[in-house]
């Protein structure tokens, strides 16, 4: 069934190598929601703090071969999680399928992220501005998945100084960022009240890269 406002299914270039992929979770959110309680459990959802000591109001875990970090230290990206000292869960198969698809229909074949991380938005979180730095080869994409309620997303282009542009991000939404698009200027804007079936008043947001 299709209503006339529906646009999943569309594929929509934000910039250039940004392509939005608007409902291509769709088919496995309830898959990707059971293996995100499965990745928390075994390494729960934290906030952390970054360098300048401020608490992130978002909190966030992660799955695959490496998992993203902040500390007092730096932002880094860790075999291990450091609350447990133990290897960050497994990448769920459901996870490294639906990012390879999506970043093959966006034009980057053959894409295995081996890092996963989770954020979990509740009302009030934020993530301002910045780039996506601390991986390896700026070659590869990053893929990311929104699952729950509405965000608005905004980002502009490599300088802090370039003009932003704002993008409604949907549950079941998936963006591929790669190319010229890579090292842009992005963030979230304070989650709005909101609720969603699925994760109630939540937004989830997978970002899979590959970091090593
Ligand atoms: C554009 N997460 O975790 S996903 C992050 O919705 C992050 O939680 C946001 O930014 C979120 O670092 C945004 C979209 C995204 C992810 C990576 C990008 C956009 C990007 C890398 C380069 C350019
Ligand atoms: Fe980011």
Not at 10 to 28: C, F, K, N, S, T
Not at 153 to 168: E, I, L, Y
Not at 174 to 187: I, Q
Request: net charge neutral; charged share 20%; glycine share 10%.
């Amino acid at each position: 069934m299709q209503n006339l406002f529906d646009t999943d299914g569309e594929i929509e270039a934000l910039a250039p190598g940004a392509m939005l992929l608007r409902g291509r979770a769709l088919g496995v959110d309830a898959e990707l929601l059971v293996a995100i309680e499965a990745v928390a459990k075994a390494a729960p959802f934290r906030h952390m703090v970054t360098p300048g000591g401020f608490e992130m109001s978002v909190a966030m875990t992660n799955c695959g071969a490496g998992g993203w970090i902040t500390d007092r230290k730096a932002y880094r990206y860790t075999a291990e999680d450091p609350e447990s000292g133990k290897p960050w869960p497994a990448m769920p198969a459901a996870f490294l399928a639906l990012a390879g698809a999506a970043a093959a229909e966006a034009g980057f074949p053959n894409f295995v992220p081996d890092a996963c991380l989770i954020n979990r938005y509740e009302t009030g979180a934020r993530l301002s501005p910045h780039q996506d730095r601390d991986e390896a080869d700026y070659g590869h994409p990053i893929v990311s998945v929104s699952l729950g309620v509405l965000a608005t997303f905004q980002f502009g282009g490599s300088k802090r100084s370039d003009p932003m542009q704002k993008v409604a991000l949907r549950h079941g939404d998936v963006v591929v960022w790669g190319g010229p698009s890579r090292l842009a200027f992005h963030g979230v804007l304070t989650l709005k009240d909101g609720e969603h079936l699925l994760t109630g008043r939540r937004r989830f947001n997978l970002t899979l890269r590959k970091a090593f």
